[in-house]
């Protein structure tokens, strides 16, 4: 099993930047990837960013491609969501997952492949 806590989350006008966590703990050794999809109100969950855990490859929407970066420190089991140029159509409660099986980093934006997920982590963008 893998837990997965995010923090992070906030307030923050138009045009600023927050940084997302997401700890593992458990049987991190699990892991093939980590991601972070987002579920704004009355509309369905999609995928933001996914790394490889092991090589660093990354993926991006193309809603997020330029504005945010995705990084692991793995010596801490944590993987990161940094948000640049936030605008109020990013308000969402923003979810950290983990995946256990090995495929390209493309697959790694469909969320069904995603074993284990964390609580989610609310961030408000003020316009």
């Known amino acids: 099993q893998v837990q997965l806590v995010e923090s992070g989350g906030g307030l923050v006008q138009a045009g600023g930047s927050l940084r997302l966590s997401c700890a593992a703990s458990?049987?991190?050794?699990?892991?093939?990837?980590m991601g972070w999809f987002r579920q704004a109100p009355g509309k369905e969950r999609e995928f933001v960013a996914a790394?490889?855990?092991?090589?660093?490859?990354?993926q991006y929407a193309d809603s997020t491609k330029g504005r945010f970066t995705i990084s692991r420190y793995n010596a801490k089991n944590t993987v990161y969501l940094q948000m640049n140029s936030l605008k109020p159509e990013d308000t969402a409660v923003y979810y950290c997952?983990?995946?256990?099986?090995?495929?390209?980093?493309?697959?790694?934006?469909?969320?069904?492949?995603?074993?284990?997920w964390g609580q989610g982590t609310q961030v408000t963008v003020s316009s």
């Open positions: 458990g049987r991190t050794s699990l892991i093939y990837f």
């Open positions: 790394i490889n855990w092991n090589i660093g490859s990354t």
């Open positions: 997952a983990a995946d256990r099986s090995l495929h390209s980093i493309q697959a790694a934006a469909i969320q069904t492949l995603y074993d284990y």
